[in-house]
Each structure stands twice: as structure tokens, then as C-alpha cells.
């Protein structure tokens, strides 16, 4: 059974900071890993998607990397604002079309 | 938010009412996804629709009825609800191919007394 887990729960950093979100998957047969943010009270707004041949893939301060073997996937943001602010989630898809979501790691950035 | 829209954003329910929550994407999008998201749990894939027919029923209780009357819309019909059962629940589509990305709706917020 896949399982998804995103560390840390949560993170507190200042304006400026560059950090590192984590999420590990349990079963390496998955066709992509994507990223997602969600404000709170709001649905998913999709950030990135890795297909499962690629390596990383970038959007604007935004960089996610994929290791299918060891069952890792990070995502790095540069230079973080305070309207990076939000709860980034992760997701495996199956081959059932079926995304398997980690808990999230919830950000905040502050002035 | 015109992707895919969901309405109503907020839902208040006794047990014993009966009640829909509405899903519409505007994308041409051919695959429809209701998803559960209570607190501080992974979001839970309830149903899959793909062109129209349902593909998978994640083992949700029979109180959940979904239905898709064409691509466009999903509805998911409420009876008979448990405190428990309170949650965001959210609306997803995409085109169908397992290497697509899901747009999601902002979710109805559902409240069971």
C-alpha cells in the first residue's frame, strides 16, 4: 500500500530564507509525483509535476526533484515571501489514476 | 477559480437531511474526482469518473451518491450524514491520462450537527 509522508508538519521562516520541503513515498512504481499548495479554506492549486522519467522540474523560485529509488521527492523555494504562505502538499499518482496524498507541510513566511 | 467551480462553498446539515454538493469544470476536461479532506488527514479519493462512468468507488459509505450526468458536472448526493462526516470536500478534473494534472474546485465546506 502506498504511503506518503511529508516532513516537516510544519515550518517558521523568516522572509528571504531558501528552503526545502520533503516528501518520501513507500512504492517507487508511480507514474508522477506532483506538488500542490492550498490557502486555507481553498482547494489545491497545482505547483509542479514530475513525470516519473524526469529528474526536476522548475517554475519560476519553485524547483522539485524526484529520486523514484529512494523514494523521495523535495521541493526548494527560493527566496520565500511572506505570500508563500500556505499548506504544500504532495501526491503520488498510481497507475489507477489514483493520487495518493501526503499530510502537508504547513508554511509560513514571515516579514 | 473558473476552471472547475463548486457550489455551494458552505454547508450546514442536520443528520436527517438530504442535501447535494455541486461540481462544474469549464476545462473539456474528460475525468471528474470527488475527494474528502477532514483535519490533519491526507485527502481521501472517494470517486473516480472517467468519460462519464464511474471507474472507482474508494469503499465510501452509501450515505455518498455521486453521479455524472455528462463531463461537465458531479454531483455528490448527501443523506442521512454523521458529525463525522463533516469535512472539505473537494472537486477535481483532469483529461484523463494517469500523467495529467487534477485542477481542483475550492471545495464545499461541510458541517453535519
Known amino acids: 500500500k502506498q504511503e506518503v509522508t511529508q516532513i516537516p508538519a510544519a515550518l517558521s521562516v523568516p522572509e528571504g530564507e531558501n528552503l526545502v520541503l520533503n516528501c518520501s513515498f513507500t512504492?517507487?512504481?508511480?507514474?508522477?509525483l506532483q506538488w500542490f499548495r492550498q490557502d486555507p479554506g481553498k482547494g489545491l492549486t497545482s505547483l509542479l509535476l514530475i513525470q516519473s522519467s524526469q529528474r526536476e522540474q522548475t517554475s519560476g523560485r519553485l524547483n522539485a526533484s524526484l529520486d523514484k529509488s529512494s523514494g523521495r521527492s523535495t521541493l526548494y523555494i527560493a527566496a520565500s515571501q511572506p505570500g508563500d504562505s500556505a499548506t504544500y502538499l504532495c501526491a503520488a499518482t498510481l497507475d489507477t489514476d489514483k493520487l495518493i496524498f501526503g499530510t502537508g507541510t504547513r508554511l509560513q513566511v514571515f516579514p | 477559480e473558473t476552471g472547475v467551480t463548486q457550489t455551494p462553498r458552505h454547508l450546514v446539515m442536520g443528520m436527517t437531511n438530504k442535501k447535494s454538493l455541486k461540481c462544474e469544470q469549464h476545462?473539456?476536461?474528460?475525468?471528474m474526482y470527488w475527494y474528502k479532506q477532514s483535519a490533519k488527514k491526507p485527502l481521501e479519493l472517494m470517486f473516480v469518473?472517467?468519460?462519464?462512468?464511474?471507474?472507482e468507488n474508494n469503499s465510501v459509505p452509501s450515505r455518498f451518491s455521486p453521479e455524472c450526468p455528462n463531463s461537465s458536472h458531479l454531483f455528490l448526493h448527501l443523506h442521512t450524514l454523521q458529525p463525522e462526516d463533516s469535512a472539505l470536500y473537494l472537486c477535481?478534473?483532469?483529461?484523463?491520462?494517469?500523467?495529467?494534472?487534477?485542477?481542483f474546485g475550492p471545495g464545499t465546506r461541510l458541517t453535519v450537527l
Open positions: 476545462l473539456g476536461h474528460n475525468a
Open positions: 469518473y472517467s468519460l462519464e462512468e464511474r471507474v
Open positions: 512504492d517507487s512504481a508511480i507514474y508522477n
Open positions: 477535481a478534473s483532469s483529461q484523463g491520462s494517469r500523467t495529467d494534472t487534477q485542477y
